[in-house]
């Protein structure tokens, strides 16, 4: 399968079958390469419902009919969008036919701000394993630092990681070292950083500052093979 990185928080991941979609920020996110009128996706996996992680969600998934998997109270919401939701929560695991999704907690928070600036709860955050074709890769979401990152790494064998750096919002890059020896993925991406200016980061430092070939940084349009 192919996975491709796309600014902030924004994977791709394409099998022989499916294309798979987290977090579609596209429009407002300025390291976004895609188009969020000309992407396709046959599944949307969402980490929690902030506006730069739910991004295009509605548009994408209405023009495509694809199917939004995220935590439960963010997938009500988007239901009543007339978008074609399944309920996940913290712990759950389900099978699809495009793989195996399971949500992990992560710390940090989830509402959506309306146009008019109404803001919507949208349930607990979360981190995203998804097992496709034999291969795990683990989107940590949007978090701080926990210790159970150790317990994941120690129950998953995981091939590719991503992991957000950018700080301030998330865990900056001293403690996504430490998150990343824990998880021991095979691969760690780093993510969610360089959108504004608040989260600003080396990723070639992060990447650097970690065992010799776990890390690689991944521009907005990078591709690798699992």
């Known amino acids: 399968m192919k996975v491709s990185y796309h600014g902030h928080s924004v994977v791709k991941v394409e099998t022989n079958e499916h294309t798979i979609l987290i977090d579609p920020f ?16 046959d599944v949307i996996l969402l980490t929690h419902g902030h506006n730069d992680h739910v991004g295009d969600t509605v548009e994408i998934a209405k023009r495509n009919d694809a199917l939004v998997v995220a935590p439960n109270e963010l997938a009500d919401y988007l239901a009543g969008k007339g978008v074609n939701t399944h309920n996940m929560h913290i ?33 607990m955050p979360g981190g995203i394993l998804l097992t496709v074709e034999g291969k795990t890769i683990y989107h940590v979401g949007d978090t ?14 995981i091939d590719l990681a991503f992991v957000p750096i950018g700080d301030n919002f998330t865990m900056g890059p001293e403690d996504a070292k430490l998150a990343s020896e824990w998880i021991k993925a095979k691969k760690v991406v780093p993510v969610h950083y360089n959108t504004f200016p608040v989260i600003e980061q080396d990723p070639q430092a992060f990447v650097d500052s970690l065992p010799s070939g776990m890390g690689q940084v991944m521009n907005p349009g990078d591709d690798l093979t699992l």
């Open 91 to 123: 712990g759950g695991a389900h099978e699809f036919d495009f793989g195996k999704v399971k949500f992990t907690q992560a710390f940090h928070g989830s509402s959506y701000v309306e146009e008019d600036g109404t803001i919507i709860y949208t349930g």
């Open 26 to 41: 596209i429009s407002g996110n300025g390291l976004c390469d895609l188009n969020a009128d000309e992407v396709k996706a």
């Open 144 to 157: 701080g630092l926990f210790s159970d990152l150790k317990l994941i790494g120690d129950l998953n064998d």
